[in-house]
């Protein structure tokens, strides 16, 4: 039997190794000092899938106990935007039309999410381009509890570029979005739009799923993995061709289905074209006028 000195030793010991191995493991994964003593300090570890007390604690904390502190709004002049860039994982976005730009976030710090409209006049909404440090997803709350993001864009502007990505979360859009040039993508997230109107349009999915709904003038791409896409246009059918790869997947046009590896096209190239390239996933066309 195990005497109760030596017990103590080897308990201390290991928890001693555990305090080390945590340490190392912070700092290979992008934490610093501060950040590794602040964990520690506060318990957060212990803490991660079960505090939501709302207890008082300093900003390094994995929950905030003011509602306001989670909440950040802007508002910028129709005047400087001309573009958009969204980049946005394990968020909930959601566009919406109003009488000016303004964009309200919460759930998400201020430190991990950059809201801002460049020199270019590009408005950019980005929480993702610093979010792939393993030390990042462990100690912010917005990858515990997702966080959301609205943007207001007024009522008939017309973007010169669009860009919306969602990596994991959800990007949903009830606005009328006009735009020169869309690009819309996603890898295992979800983005619906329910009113695009462009003149060029990209359009990528891994395991994700796309909606889209408006009226894709010129060019149209399409590649789709293993998820899938679908896009209802409020155009005449006539005035639009389209050319499709199929891999092992599922290419449906105005409601004829091609399955199975398979190389079709519509004929004579039109100006509206839509190219579609398929892997293992769905993509649907169809037309509403």
Not at 171 to 192: D, F, N, P, Q, W
């Amino acid at each position: 039997m195990m005497k109760p000195s030596r017990f103590f030793l080897s308990a201390g010991a290991g928890l001693l190794v555990i305090g080390l191995l945590a340490v190392g493991i912070s700092f290979i994964m992008g934490g610093n000092w501060d950040e590794t003593l602040s964990i520690v300090n506060m318990g957060e570890i212990s803490n991660f899938y079960r505090r939501n007390d709302n207890t008082e604690l300093d900003s390094d904390a994995l929950i905030w106990s003011n509602p306001e502190d989670t909440s950040i709004f802007f508002d910028f002049s129709s005047n400087v935007v001309k573009k958009a860039e969204i980049d946005i994982t394990n968020a909930d976005v959601t566009i919406i039309n109003g009488d000016s730009f303004s964009v309200t976030i919460d759930n998400i710090k201020k430190d991990d999410i950059s809201c801002k409209v460049s020199r270019t006049g590009t408005l950019i909404i980005d929480n993702a381009s610093n979010s792939f440090s393993l030390f990042n997803v462990v100690r912010r709350r917005s990858f515990i509890n997702r966080g959301s993001v609205v943007l207001t864009v007024p009522r008939g502007f017309t973007f010169t570029s669009l860009e919306l990505t969602s990596h994991t979360g959800s990007l949903i859009s009830e606005a009328e979005l006009r735009t020169e040039k869309a690009v819309l993508e996603t890898e295992s997230g979800a983005i619906s739009v329910a009113g695009l109107y462009s003149d060029k349009t990209t359009i990528k999915t891994g395991t994700g799923a796309v909606a889209v709904a408006g009226i894709l003038h010129g060019k149209t791409e399409i590649k789709c993995d293993s998820g899938s896409v679908e896009v209802a246009i409020k155009d005449d059918k006539n005035l639009y061709s389209y050319t499709a790869d199929s891999g092992m997947g599922e290419i449906s046009v105005d409601g004829t289905v091609y399955s199975g590896s398979s190389r079709l096209t519509s004929g004579k190239t039109m100006a509206d074209n839509i190219r579609m390239t398929c892997g293992s996933g769905r993509i649907k066309i169809s037309f509403d006028k």
